[in-house]
């Protein structure tokens, strides 16, 4: 079971590159990791996703290292509309065990300050 | 708007009472979830749908009792339930089991509360 380990929050001034990092050790080879942005009374929503390497996309960076134990989600020039929680995501379909697994950590919340 | 509605948005419901949970997607997805939030947990996956089939039951209470008539709709019936149940309760989609480069949509919550 792929535990993740997120910072619980961190602060921001508007305008600055914020990076928030999450460990997950235990990944299996056929699991993608993914992020989610939640903001107070709603659901979660998909940000970026990614297996290896970097990945962009128009809202967000994901930095992920060779060995794959963890992840870094790069957020650039955040605003306060960026204060929210954010989540990272490892899961995995074993099949061969007949179990299904999706482990969410336990979130960032990230404080944007004007 | 995510494409999965959830209904009611909130719910107060005494421990003897029996209620439901609605959730449909709009999306045409196979995979269907119910997720629950507690105010210091994180995101807790309760049951996990896949082609109107469960896959996953982690380790939920049978007064929580899932189903899934069809690939759109899944509902949560709720009976005598405890204080420690009230907690935000969402709902998600995708197109196949998410985890392997399948991205989850979330519906917007059922907050309730168990008095």
Known sequence: LAKTTQPISMDSYEGQEVNITCSHNNIATNDYITWYQQFPSQGPRFIIQGYKTKVTNEVASLFIPADRKSSTLSLPRVSLSDTAVYYCLVGSLNSGAGSYQLTFGKGTKLSVIP | ?115
Do not use: I
């Open chain 2, 1 to 115: 708007e995510t494409g999965v509605t959830q209904t009611p948005r909130h719910l107060v419901m005494g421990m003897t009472n029996k209620k439901s949970l609605k959730c449909e997607q709009h999306l045409g997805h196979n995979a269907m979830y119910w997720y629950k939030q507690s105010a210091k947990k994180p995101l807790e996956l309760m049951f996990v749908y896949s082609l109107e089939e469960r896959v996953e039951n982690n380790s939920v209470p049978s007064r929580f009792s899932p189903e899934c008539p069809n690939s759109s709709h899944l509902f949560l019936h709720l009976h005598t339930l405890q204080p420690e149940d009230s907690a935000l309760y969402l709902c998600a989609s995708s197109q196949g089991l998410a985890g392997n480069q399948e991205t989850q949509y979330f519906g917007p919550g059922t907050r309730l509360l168990v008095l």
